[in-house]
């Protein structure tokens, strides 16, 4: 160690935002999108009008000069050099500062853009979220960044002239007097206090380029009272911001476009893709690797074979980073790749209990696409079997990156397509066993509540084998496809032997047993109620028909003569046909 790792300062608000704005100090976005509600916005700025403290902020030298690169903030369309700190803490609280004072726009969660105001009143120092009311109140400044912007455009005078007549116009209109000379002189003390938050000292840590992401993150989580860590991929977004703008720009476009539908975007009913799983799909695809920490040491400079650090290593890495990028969001593939999941019987968002199989499984899809040129049937065989048994047996849950890098060192070293299918028809044969539908998946069904890889296994070979809905004839995924039914879902999942009916007969000690669950449209749902198994069959048997209703049953699992077996007797029985027929829907893949 050379010295101190941080140098604290006190800078004022209005030179780090403007040091900001030009780009000596960088803004990555570490914790998009903005999540602060208004309110927090308002009370962030009350507390710096009264002189209380708003925390730290962490600035963290440049990892290296990079002349020559520019980048764009947000709205802000002014062009600049690499900069000299970035935001490593306090990027919410510098937003929230920038957006309400200056009014540059933010995303929400959706990732949609909107605007966010602060009304103030200048004679009792009091901020308001500002609305309709606000706006038809004179007394308020409609929005501070109004009078910001007016301050920087040295037209203050004319701001505070202009309110004053709003305020006097408004006060004549209720038949009240005038503003007298102490009113107007407090009106405009508040509005230099106002201005006067600019000068607020904000504490600042600025930590040396030579500290490594594992010293900030220990710094971070020390001096952040909520006791937060950085992730892996706040680092790594940090270096993309600095070095490549334009692929973090791709990665959050398409991260954005996952969450709304519409024509030509990434959009789907699956996963809501964050740049984690971007990322972790990139470095798998291009460097062979599944833990993200080598991410950041790839972006960074390094060779993970020699251990060295350079600039020509960091092109060359950002070169192949870039490639495998391109690949990864390229929307023919990521949609035929959607549809793969489908085919292995996955539609909505409940199934995906493991956003990193996703990731993982989709590496997998686009080496065997672009580097084993497989044909597409060879291609969606692969990986929908593989898709099915890393899923149901919750291969990617718990130690998920050792897995991943096995895999991906085991790839490495095949040669041709036909090895590439073999290896993975090996993998699937090691988890999805004959003993593992005999014995231990029963086993995993034996718990609570229908949730879990094990019960939407079970809920995707429904799909996979085209089972109707419990009791109906509309397919099970029809009513489980997002957007079926409005904001009220139309899949509901029914205890087949009703709770309330299992309490009366002292039958039920505990949360309904996976083996107790079924798909059904919740009309259904409504229908059969709190009703005894014997009570409720007997009417939809007559409804659907004797065949039909015999093949219902069949395509959930339900044993003969269900309708009236004791409880635990039933779940046993059920528990085990639900495993076979997971096991033939796989077959059929």
Sequence with gaps: MSGPIYEPRKLDVGDVLKDVRSGKIGLPDLQRPFVWKNDKVRDLLDSMLRGYPIGYIMLWDSPAEMEGKSQQIGANEKQYNVPKSLVIDGQQRLTALLAAMYGIEVRDKSYKTRNIRIAYDPVARVFRNADATTDRDARFVPSVADAFTADHDKKSSAYRRDFLKRLNESRKKRNEPELTTEEEDEIEAGLRDLLSLENYALPTLEIKDWADEEMVSDIFVRVNSQGQTLKQDDFIMTLLSVYEPQMREDI????????????????????????THVIRTAVGLGFKRGRLRYAYQILRGRD??????????????????????????????????????????????????????????????LIGKHEFNLSAPNLRRVIRRWFFASAITAYYVGSFETNFERQLNDVKQLASPEEFEAY???????????????????????????????????????????????LSTV???QILALGASGSKKQADKHHIFPDNYLKQHGQLTKRSNKGNFAILDYSNNIGISDRSPSEYSDEYREALGEEAYAENCRQHALPDGWESMDYEAFLEERRRLMAQLAKDAFERL
């Design 252 to 275: 959050e476009s398409f991260c954005a476009d996952s969450h709304v539908p519409a024509k030509g975007t990434s959009y789907n009913a699956l996963v809501q893709v964050t740049p």
């Design 304 to 365: 993970l074979e020699t251990k060295a650090t350079s600039e020509e290593t960091r092109e060359r890495n950002f070169a192949t980073f870039g490639d495998a990028l391109s690949k990864a969001l390229d929307l023919n593939s990521w949609h035929s790749y959607i549809n793969t999941l489908g085919e292995a019987g996955y539609v909505c968002s409940d199934q995906a209990t493991s956003a990193n199989a996703i990731a993982f499984c989709y590496a997998f899809y």
């Design 424 to 470: 993975f028809d090996r993998e699937v044969a090691s988890q999805l066993t004959d003993d593992y539908f005999r014995i231990t998946l029963p086993a995993n069904l034996n718990s609570n509540e229908a949730t879990g890889p094990y019960w939407y296994g079970f809920v995707a070979a429904q799909i996979v084998l085209g089972a109707k809905s419990f």
């Design 475 to 477: 397919p099970l995924s």
